[in-house]
């Protein structure tokens, strides 16, 4: 178990800049999504795990909670630095058991991700690795990343099934990924993505691996609530439109909500899929002019993944810009995973965020945390820095925000709280 170091009440002091993010509770969209809410000589009161207040410390100091109860608070010099809300990891594949380094090498030598699936490789070559181990030898795997992540300043995240692709190896992996959580101080949101790829064994009749998913698979993972989503990869090689279709609507009617990764290396037309009001569309790197305006009126969020196009060594990334100038709300996430993102740390996905798809710090932050909380459906409770939320919190070790994005893996994260309590970074199974 994560150590506890302070009690329930909490003042964070000193704090040089305070990024809130406070506003209204929907997605930003537009030029709303650089409006950071920015307080300099800041400080926040939390308690019972929630924000009690925060702004100016002239005003916090004065707050009537802080005169009643200040033998019960303690105090958190922040000495200048930058607080935001804790990170919101909203597209993780933490189930998985070893990195994927043949694949690795292939790619430097110049093989392409199609090609390399083509032969064997890609997410395939995790089947084994993840069909072969204990649960609980899984579920130490997941807990090293999120551990990872806490220390780079994620608070919250989805976690993904979808290396194991039977129902008892799907099961398996939701169940390493619940083990993990309870292990672990923040919020963890699981989602079965048994619609990854067609597994070797289904290879000449993909509409029965189909049917397993949303006949077997999404039924039982329903009942024993081990997912609140059911995410699909609906892309050549993987799954079509319709197939994608008729797994979306078996979780909505085993009351499941829905995501999709779409559009990350061909176009896919998204009216159908919007039917099923997913939470997000995932990596969206070629999204078709005719989808915007109906993207943009819908509460699905967008999720930007550049740690794949980075790590795959693509020239293009999504275009943020045009997804941001047509009113679509727009998210960011690492897509930590074994064969194409291997990176637990948001801050590095805010540095080609800026640098490759022009968006500002501001509204990489931004993306990264109330964006984000709405990719999850969590707007209501993270995301931002306001009181009644979850005292979940960001010690950054930097003068300006904009050195989040500046020094790129550089992790400047120097503490966290999560549910008003401030972390140490070692946990393990058996703590
Ligand atoms: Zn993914």
């Known amino acids: 178990m994560i150590k506890k170091t302070a009690g329930p009440y909490l003042l964070l002091a000193n704090i ?24 300099e000589g800041a400080a ?25 109860n200040k033998s019960k608070l303690k105090e958190l010099d922040c000495r200048g630095k930058v607080v935001l809300p804790g990170l919101i990891d909203c597209h993780t594949h933490p189930a998985f058991m070893k990195p ?24 395939r070559s995790s089947l084994a690795g993840v069909r072969d181990a204990k649960r609980n030898a899984l579920a130490e795997k997941v807990l090293t990343g999120f551990n990872a992540m806490l220390r780079h300043g994620t608070s919250t995240i989805e976690a993904k099934s979808g290396y194991g692709l039977s129902t008892e190896s799907e099961i398996k992996s939701l169940e390493a990924i619940r083990e993990a959580a309870r292990h672990w101080p923040g919020t963890v949101k699981p989602t079965l993505l048994a619609g990854h790829v067609v597994p070797p064994e289904f290879k000449e009749n993909p509409e029965g691996y189909v049917d397993l998913v949303c006949e077997e698979i999404i039924p039982l993972v329903a009942r024993r609530r081990l997912a609140e989503y059911v995410d699909v990869f609906c892309e050549r090689g993987a799954f079509t439109l319709e197939q994608s279709e008729r797994m979306m609507a078996a979780a909505r009617a085993h009351g499941m909500d829905t995501r999709a990764h779409v559009c990350q290396f061909t176009p896919s037309s998204l009216h159908g899929l919007l ?35 980075y790590f795959l060594g693509h020239k293009e990334y999504p275009n943020a810009r045009r997804l941001i100038e047509a009113g679509l709300a727009v998210a960011l996430a690492t897509d930590y995973n074994p064969g ?17 798809m022009k968006m500002t710090p501001a509204e990489a932050i931004a ?47 120097a503490e966290m709280v999560v549910a008003g309590e401030r972390q140490d ?3 393990d199974l058996r703590g």
């Open 425 to 427: 970074f070692t946990a």
């Open 340 to 356: 194409t993102s291997p990176t637990p740390s948001m801050p590095f996905v805010i540095s080609p965020a800026c640098t490759h």
């Open 100 to 123: 994927r380094l043949v694949d690795f090498e292939k790619r430097i030598a110049g093989a392409t991700y199609e090609e390399i699936a083509a032969a064997g490789g890609g997410i």
């Open 367 to 413: 993306a990264s945390t109330a964006n984000a909380a709405a990719a999850l459906r969590l707007q209501r409770s993270k995301g931002t820095i306001e009181a009644g939320k979850d005292a979940d919190l960001a010690i950054i070790d930097v003068d300006d925000f904009r050195e989040i994005a500046y020094w790129f893996s550089w992790n400047r994260c």
């Open 275 to 309: 039917k099923h009001s997913p939470a997000s569309f995932d990596h969206m790197d070629c999204v078709a002019d005719h989808d915007l305006a109906e993207l943009a009126g819908s509460n699905t969020v967008s999720v930007l993944l550049p740690g794949a196009n």
């Open 16 to 39: 040089g800049q305070l990024l809130t993010l406070r506003g209204d509770t929907g997605p930003r969209r537009g030029p709303a999504l650089n409006d950071i809410g920015l307080i």
């Open 44 to 68: 926040v009161l939390c308690g019972a795990g929630k924000i009690i207040a925060a702004g100016r410390q002239r005003d916090i100091l004065r707050h009537a909670w802080v005169k009643s």
